[in-house]
């Protein structure tokens, strides 16, 4: 009897193509294989979804190509967390498949089906033993550097990769070869996993604290299915816990994922869990080539790999026997991909413990509202870690209002106050570390011409453009647009401009001039585009070469500078008054996360924040270092008598795309046409629907945007508004469906 498969392919697609498996095939075709198909005149990779044996409704049969792997690429678990996502997401079920694989196992139209061949590395390993002193002597009688390789190579265990020998033991490639010669040793070529963080030192991690000790014992004691947030304030030691929670599941045989932040992947973290679990950790960041990933892909699913440490996507991960998923800094928003799937992994973490059995743990000193939420519903419990390691007191925040506070008059348009300014120069006096947080880069926000008005924009975006100084340019930070910084108004021709709002290279050169002694690093996006340069820039930090560490956000995430004594917090209110719900609870997180980088060595530390809202009940929280401040003040803010926001309902945007306003508007409103007709039709009116209006911002990468919000508090409402969408199967290039967005503008 012929068997036929349904294949999925990773395209815009929800319904599989159905083949004929070649009888040679059987054994291997079946739910998760990856398998290369004809497609029109083409050949495609997908991945097998169902077998049946019912033939195609109609139309010409055709065969299954290839299966060009030994066991199936996806699990049943993981192909059930793919049907999730694309019921959740509302997105066609070809692409929640393709963000369940790396790029590279997709193939490039069928030229590579099995994915990019494995990289392979010489290694030496000795052939013949020379057990007595007296055949050691006379087999290198006249050749000592021989012999010293040859017993180096005997203390590895007789086998090692020729690149070690030659770059960490510095024996020559001549020398190598000779052992060859001679018939005491052969050269192979294995498969060598490409890894960047290979040749990291590592260390074993400290014993527990009596917190950490005591919150370990409280997750062990909560069922496995009940999710754990571990809220922890900055410097309470939340990642030994981790280490320790991923330390019981490994010695147990089983599997474990830990998502960080992409930012927060560096070295130093890499080397923490390497300090645990040796080789048994796989990487995975965006540094990685295509061929590196499907590497490691691999290496988890052969189950050689058992703990997997990423960014978003590695939940995804194919870790064998997973037990135990962590997400540190659950609150990031760079947890939430841009494309289709739209998923948040802090979510799909949930979804995926559900289907494999895994337990869940959440991180942070600053737990988004949303999982606030659940612990208050009783979904999930929280651990509390309330003290720092030592019992190094949280550092005192100091508010200054930039308002009525006495300025620098050498700093010009600089924001910069006397208390800020006093604590930086003491710092720096005693030969301490300071971190200075403008959220803002480039040289000014923008630049306006005093006679008319006019500030430069960008022509694809509705954005003003950002004034550069190195090099000299006006920036688009949303599409890259790049316009030279002439010499006069192109409106009115005036030669005179202000540059208005402060951006990170101001702050540099300002910096630079008060306190020209002090070494300057700056971290933005613009120094930090090529790979690794954020690392290198850390490292210098890490070895006291820095005196004073200026950047963004990216600066307030994750660092443990013990030498670090003064935060300053520049500008907080960069972020405070976007039109965007979550706009305070961004500035929040952002001041309370890097007030604290401070004081976590014995000399203690303090902080300053500059801000023009004083009074607002983030900074203030912030100030307090209370997230149990911030949500008693917020939570309120987003329920009735207010407009309602999440975490009180839940929120679907729709964003319709145009080549003229009109366009966008026009889909904008069958859109929400159709939400009003399903709304009242067949919802039972549960939804509220936002629209249609302009974005915030309302033209980007030369096309028009408005948008449709609907919310509900009903979660299953919001599903079926998703499944419904998906039905629908509108173009996702006009408009896109994004469930729990992240950003509003
Ligand atoms: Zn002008
Ligand atoms: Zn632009």
Redesign the pocket.
Known sequence: MTLFADVLLPLSVSTPYRYAVPDALTPRVVPGTRVLVPVRRRRAVGVVSGIGSEPPAAGTQREILAAPDADPALSAELLRLGEWLSSYYGCPSGLSLRALLPGALWGGRGARVAGPAERTERTITLVKALPSLLERERAFSRSPKRRAAYEALEALGGTAPQRHLVSQLKLGTQVLNGLVREGLARIDRVAAPRDPFADLAVAPPPALTADQRRAMDAILGTPPEMPVLIEGVTGSGKTLVYLEMLRTVVESGRGAILLVPEIALTPQTVARVRGVFGDAVAVLHSGLSDAERADAWRAVRQGKKRVVVGARSAIFAPVQRLAVIVVDEEHEPSYKQGTAPRYHARDVALARGRVEGARVLFGSATPSLELLHQVDHGSVRRVELPRRVGDRPLPPVDLVDLRSAERVPEAGPVTWSEPLDRAVREALERKEQVILLLNRRGFASFLQ?P????VPGCPRCAISLTVHATPSALRCHYCGHEEELGPT?K????TTRRMRGLGTQQLEHFLGSRFPAARIARMDLDTTSTKWSHHRILERVARGEVDILLGTQMIAKGLDFPGVTVVGVVDADTGLHLPDFRAAERTFQLVAQVAGRAGRGPAGGRVVVQTRSPDHHALRAAAAHSIAAFAAAELPLRTLPHPPYPPHVGLIRFVALGKTEDAAAARATRVADWLRRANGERLGGGLTILGPAPCPIARLHGRWRWHVLIKSAEPRLLGRVMRAWRGQGRSAALIVADRDPVSLL
């Open positions: 011409c006679t008319c008005g006019t108004c409106s009115c021709g005036a």
